[in-house]
DNA sequence: ATCAAAAATCTACCAATGGTAATTTAATCT
DNA sequence: AGATTAAATTACCATTGGTAGATTTTTGAT
């Protein structure tokens, strides 16, 4: 907005100090200034959207780029480590919901409106994590929630099943799939959430549940 | 790879012809060059994979960017018609199977097993729409190839289910999850074609087809 | 035939952005 | 106190999407 007289974002009468800053030692607050980075990181992609600059986000934090590849590595570890954070915080908010369920089919049904809820309080966040920022290797950064949710998933199905004699072994590719199912059918419905978002849980779910057949 | 000296991709000796080319009317050849564009294109991504420039398509086609500028739009249009045009490839190729089918069930197997072998066919080109080139609104990218397959899924669902009085207002969700499962299977399988194909295939026809159900 | 206007193309550039090298400042060690 | 090391900054590089302006040929009017 306001041009920076600087590439980097110094207020444009000073000069932001140099070199090593005072009371800072070794492996001191390194924890620290990462969880600061990410916040910055995570409050711009709220504000802005899915597409942001290492050195916004750096600037936000108040350091400047090496700083943050000193702390994080490089884009794609950003985008990585805030999957992470996402997912986390996606897992405990889901799981929560299946656990208040009293039977499966209400857990799946939970689960399902939990994720586009989610989705959709976290929009440019969950975007962004799936479809927005990773340099190189955007190939599986489509997988890179879903990679972490799906192993999450695997063994709660896979317990499902062997309790019932089934066979568990679909666990890993049925994950996969619900995961895509949900992704997709979520992107979907925030494009402009025109549907009423019951009805899209209550028929992904039973495709998810019950599958497409009519007869046997 | 071989530096060229001048930022374009001419030969060092040579120095390419400017302006008008000969024998070369008003909208003359553009279906041709709008071709021969997005051939160098596919040709690129097959061989190089997915991170593909602007510059180098140019170049193999041999043109330079403002000419494909002209042609193609930008670089989110460069990506929407290659996706067009791998959607009507996949489409057929996957229809034909479907259609030999003797029964539903078989079609969804087909269907699967389709979209699987020619993910797996096409790596680099399938890898590049769904998750490669687009430069800003990365957003609805994973949706591109999706959003045409999908209208195409849904007539097919519908008719299935009117014609047994099932609700066929399902149709449009479950084709973008139908779409999604087999999107992350195959992201999931094409990372590193650890797991049999044929067991996938199983798996996920079995998920679609049935449900996660085991009981009432 | 001649000359102006229009069309198609290239060269040369710009802006944004991911990433890095060299430099400066402060803390720590001997 | 002086040397070494760690942290951080400035200033830069390379790539790449995109565009402005120069250049050449065709087209059309006089």
New binding site residues.
Partial sequence: MSAPR???G?PPGT??????????????GVIA?REILLEAAEGLIRENGP?V???AIATRAG?????L??ELG???ALVNALAERLAVRMATAVTALVGQASVPFEGLRNLVSGYLDFAARERHLYLFITAGGA?DDRVQQALLLADGAARQFAEPIADYRSRRNADASVATVWSYGLLGALHFVTLWWLKDEAVDIELVIDQITSLLWSGMRLED
Same sequence: chains 1, 2.
Wanted: net charge positive.
């Fill in positions: 600087d590439s980097q110094t000069t932001r100090r140099r070199g090593r800053p005072a009371g800072r030692t070794v492996a001191d200034d597409s600059s290492l050195e350091v400047t780029k090496p700083t590849y000193r490089d884009k794609d340099r």
